[in-house]
């Protein structure tokens, strides 16, 4: 599973480079996800551009991963694609998170 | 940083005409082991069958629908360390795509085939659930969920519209 981060002032960026987020790397997220969080930035984004798919044991990753964050750091969530954006809507999910409605740097995106 | 290096590898076809309504026909047959890849392996292959046909949308329900229900019989179906098999059919008719799933493994508990409440959200973050999602999404989008036990096999067929508004 690949994963890449940058510092960006006081943020710690993190780019998922999946093109699926589901059961078969859950589990693997969550604990590489945890290693990344060890840098101390008040303020995580998580980059998911690259990610077209999410089931709900994705999300469950998700929601762990914002759960292991200590009081005071705040997890965003940026770059979702459609597909993956109905996923949190449908589970209500989408009012728990930060979701930043960015669209993503690199990325033409199929319209319609 | 790029990620291009990897992230083609799954996903959906790229650049495809816009959907034609009513030229979905014919029928996706697959038996393969009851493994997590192997479950991404035939999500892709229904996705290059189908997903031309139909909307992004309905391409989006019907991968999503089939991976919870794929991934259900591979995390709870079978005991630790068998590898059973899942029977995959789907077969579409232009008004719709009628899916049907078979297992071997144990059965599907009744709880499982009432549509759940959503877990409750609106508490504070450590007590977030990270599960329960699943069979949410399952009866949320699936229509005409129907289950029976047979002959020690697990039946489960459901059907999924297209052309309906989409939400």
Known sequence: MKLSAEAVDSSLVVRLCESRLDAAIAIEFKDRMREMLAYPSPHVVLDMAEVGFLDSSGLGALVAVMKSLSPGRQLELRGLSANVERVFRLTRMDSVFTISADVPRDGLRDVG | ?167
């Open chain 2, 1 to 167: 940083m790029a990620c291009v290096m990897w992230a083609e590898q799954m996903s959906l076809p790229k650049n495809r005409s816009a959907p034609q309504q009513g030229r979905c026909t014919g029928v996706f047959q697959s038996v393969f082991p009851a493994e997590q890849h192997a479950v991404r392996k035939v999500l892709h292959a229904v996705m290059a069958r189908f997903a031309p046909h139909i909307s992004e949308g309905e391409a989006g329900a019907l991968e999503l629908l089939l991976a919870e229900l794929m991934n259900n019989i591979v995390e709870h179906g079978y005991a630790p360390g068998r590898v059973g098999s899942i029977s995959l059919s789907i077969l579409c008719d232009g008004r719709g795509l009628s899916c049907s799933l078979i297992d071997d493994g144990k059965p599907l508990p009744s709880r499982c085939l009432h549509p759940p409440g959503l877990p409750d959200t609106a508490v504070a973050a450590e007590s977030l659930p990270e599960g329960g999602f699943g069979w949410f999404l399952i009866h949320d989008l699936a229509r005409d969920l129907r289950y029976r036990r047979e002959d020690g096999q697990n039946l489960l067929d459901f059907r999924l519209p297209l052309g309906a508004p989409e939400g």
